[in-house]
């Protein structure tokens, strides 16, 4: 699965912005797809999935009630929206595409493809 990211950029602190990852394979539905960030000088972290078939969606508390993913299984895209944005949600973003089971979902290691990564910039 080859994985292209868009649509990060500098943002005031309460902006939006939506995330695009545009997905090269054949049965894009049949993958769980995930976003991660990483903040500078920090490790890679969680930040939501959306689970494969079910497309239940799962997210990390930092950004619940202010994050959405979403995909369109026909344009082979899947999005994060991301409302009221702050200045601890800048990081570089990254999307990420597997067939894992549910309790690997939190950690980078269990992905196999991943994007090129997007900055997001959230000034105060």
């Known amino acids: 699965v080859q994985l292209q990211a868009s649509g990060g950029g500098l943002v005031q602190a309460g902006d939006s912005l939506r995330l695009s990852c545009a997905a090269s394979?054949?049965?894009?539905?049949?993958?769980?797809m995930g976003w991660f960030r990483q903040p500078p000088g920090k490790e890679r972290e969680f930040v939501a999935c959306?689970?494969?078939?079910?497309?239940?969606?799962y997210y990390a508390d930092s950004v619940k009630g202010r994050f959405t993913i979403s995909r369109d299984n026909a344009k082979n895209t899947v999005y994060l929206q991301m409302n009221s944005l702050k200045p601890d949600d800048t990081a570089v973003y990254y999307c990420?595409?597997?067939?894992?089971?549910?309790?690997?979902?939190?950690?980078?290691?269990?992905?196999?493809?991943w994007g090129q990564g997007t900055q997001v910039t959230v000034s105060s």
């Open positions: 959306l689970w494969r078939g079910t497309g239940r969606t």
């Open positions: 990420a595409g597997g067939n894992l089971i549910l309790s690997a979902m939190y950690s980078p290691d269990n992905y196999h493809s």
């Open positions: 394979v054949r049965s894009f539905s049949g993958v769980t």
